[in-house]
């Protein structure tokens, strides 16, 4: 089974950081990474695709990047409504998947 | 607009049964892949179950192989899971989502908000 490891686990930041959130598959996944952002009480949201490839409607300030087995995502400058829960997701086992444990966006 | 409405959630004794249901609206339902992911108290997303376009590929995430069953109904619209022997651990929001494929790459592009399902005596 694929293993996916998210890192930090939990990170305080400010309106305006610049803020990066890793994900590291136990094998080589090549470009089948998804990213999510979750807030309580609603439907997790897509937010990027295929590694890079940003879900229509999501703002640019988000991005992702990497390959086989490290990824990242990156918030340029953060707003207030992107504090939540971010969660990658490999499909590279389609169509059994893995999510990463999660990374909780908070305020500093 | 996609629209993913799950029902059927509820209070359930440990090795009881409920059975989830998920209306789809809004797209060509039977043209996607469909699954459910769950999220227990506490944790993070957990990938439970897929049911191929025509229902007759599915998987299972290994803790609920031999006790939930994913189905669906095409001409209702419709996506199904059947979970026996239920257990505490079982205790989670259950999320109905869609999978799409761009680039080869598969991701749920849409998702319900949820239904409870709580496991106890």
């Known amino acids: 089974d694929i293993q996916m490891t998210q890192s930090p686990s939990s990170l305080s930041a400010s309106v305006g950081d610049r803020v990066i959130i890793t994900c590291r598959a136990s094998q080589s996944i090549s470009t089948y990474l998804n990213w999510y952002q979750h807030k309580p009480g609603k439907a997790p949201k897509l937010l990027i695709y295929?590694?890079?490839s940003l879900q229509s409607g999501v703002p640019s300030r988000f991005s992702g990047s990497g390959s086989e087995t490290d990824f990242t995502l990156t918030i340029s400058s953060l707003q207030p409504e992107d504090f939540a829960t971010y969660y990658c997701q490999q499909s590279y086992s389609t169509p059994m998947y893995t999510f990463g444990q999660g990374t909780k966006l908070e305020i500093k | 607009e996609v629209q993913l409405v799950e029902s059927g959630g509820g209070l359930a004794q440990p090795g009881g049964s409920l059975r989830l249901s998920c209306a789809a609206s809004?797209?060509?339902?039977?043209?996607?892949?469909m699954g459910w992911v769950r999220q227990a108290p506490g944790k993070g997303l957990e990938w439970v179950a897929n049911?191929?376009?025509?229902?007759?590929?599915?998987s299972y995430v290994d803790s609920v192989k031999g006790r939930f069953s994913i189905s669906r109904d095409n001409a209702k619209k419709s996506l199904y899971l059947q979970m026996n022997s239920l257990r505490a651990e079982d205790t989670a929001v259950y999320y109905c989502?869609?999978?799409?494929?761009?680039?080869?790459?598969?991701?749920?592009?849409?998702w319900g908000q949820g239904t409870l399902v709580t496991v106890s005596s």
């Open positions: 809004g797209f060509i339902f039977s043209g996607h892949w």
């Open positions: 989502a869609r999978e799409v494929d761009t680039a080869m790459v598969p991701y749920f592009d849409n």
């Open positions: 049911i191929e376009q025509d229902g007759r590929e599915k």
């Open positions: 295929a590694a890079s």
